[in-house]
């Protein structure tokens, strides 16, 4: 059975390596796509459509909405929100959570940053920004970065609404992005994409799943089954021989 668990972790860490990397091929490609201009249609068609709903009625409302939602989904707003969730975490005895928790969230930073040095895409100059920027565009780190912590709490959670919740906030902060000018629709997407990749790898050593089964595991490896009986640690065979010759 023991074997069995390694075997399982391997597989299950190969499934997370080869999503990740199918993500990041994901990314290279739309990457591509947007510097032969194949998604310069698509990209000006969807951010001038935004241009367009800015100058309405409701154009103001909606910006103050994409204003809040694009400062929360930033840096600054996202380490807060990390703070918030760990601090739980440790109080109620979750180390192993809050842990892989900031483990993955600073790990995908890292990602995204340096994605962003490697393609160093400019900024959309279509509309007007309304957010100061002063780094790359591709992939964004806003899409990212927030798939990465609103999905991770989701799964930490467990429960289908979390992911309901994370899904439209996830939306709101990347849709916020283009609205503001200071990213194409092709930043946001390959944003997303770079996320979910990382948390399908990171998802290897989420502790909702991993601790029962390591538990388990710990426990056969002293008493397992063998051709249905049950075969004695040795520690525990010497242990009780020594207590007969007593």
């Excluded at 091929?25 to 310069?40: D, K, S, Y």
Aim: proline share 4%.
């Amino acid at each position: 059975m023991a074997v069995r668990f390694i075997s399982d972790r391997r597989i299950s860490l190969a499934k997370g390596a080869g999503a990740l990397a199918f993500a990041l091929f994901c990314v290279l490609a739309i990457a591509m796509m947007h510097r032969a201009g194949w998604l310069e249609g698509l990209n000006r068609g969807l951010m001038g459509a935004a241009g367009l709903a800015r100058d309405t009625g409701l154009g103001g409302p909606v910006t103050m909405v994409m204003r809040l939602a694009s400062a929360i989904g930033g840096t600054a707003g996202r380490l807060a929100l990390v703070g918030v969730v760990v601090l739980p975490l440790l109080w109620f005895g979750r180390r192993r959570a809050a842990g892989w928790l900031v483990a993955t969230i600073a790990g995908g930073t890292l990602l995204n940053l340096g994605l962003k040095q490697l393609f160093a895409a400019p900024r959309p100059d279509l509309l007007p920004h309304l957010d100061m920027v002063n780094s790359y565009s591709f992939p964004s780190g806003h899409a990212a970065g927030n798939m990465m912590f609103f999905g991770a709490v989701a799964m930490l959670a467990g429960a289908r609404s979390g992911y309901w919740a994370a899904a439209a906030i996830i939306a709101l902060i990347g849709i916020s992005r283009v609205w503001l000018g200071v990213h194409w629709p092709s930043d946001v997407t390959a944003g997303w994409i770079e996320g979910l990749g990382w948390l399908a790898f990171c998802a290897v050593w989420l502790p909702a799943r991993g601790g029962e089964q390591q538990r388990a595991a710990d426990a056969l490896m002293r008493r397992h089954p063998v051709a249905g009986d049950e075969t004695m640690d040795p520690e525990t065979v010497d242990h009780r021989a020594g207590g007969d010759q007593q």
